[in-house]
């Protein structure tokens, strides 16, 4: 079994920051890629960052330049760093680990149950 735990939400003022951590337990033989997805009300989820464990990121256009993606491997977590946030960032953000349970399983994708990121004055 496998489980991710987000942290670091919250409410923050438009051009403020915030920074999340996941973390990923259980049964997990390897990581491929590891990110974060927002889902804001009425929207589909989203990509919002995403990192390999080479450290190769992609990220949302509309986060370009305010967020960054970081990952450490030894520990089986992700970050975001989140500056100049806007209203528009305000979403549930989820963890997503595209993982290996065994070396003879395929990869799969797992995720946390999200954490509640608000940017309004």
């Known amino acids: 079994q496998v489980q991710l735990v987000e942290s670091g939400g919250g409410l923050v003022q438009p051009g403020g920051s915030l920074r999340l951590s996941c973390a990923a337990s259980?049964?997990?033989?390897?990581?491929?890629?590891m990110g974060w997805y927002r889902q804001a009300g009425g929207h589909k989820r989203e990509l919002v960052a995403v990192i390999t464990t080479g450290s190769s990121a992609n990220y949302a256009d509309s986060v370009k330049g305010r967020f960054t993606i970081s990952r450490d491997n030894a520990k089986n977590a992700v970050y975001l760093q989140m500056n100049s946030l806007k209203p528009e960032d305000t979403a549930v953000y989820h963890c997503?680990?595209?993982?290996?349970?065994?070396?003879?399983?395929?990869?799969?994708?797992?995720w946390g149950q999200g954490t509640q990121v608000t940017v309004s004055s």
């Open positions: 259980g049964s997990i033989f390897s990581i491929n890629s």
């Open positions: 997503n680990a595209y993982l290996k349970i065994s070396s003879g399983s395929i990869p799969n994708d797992y």
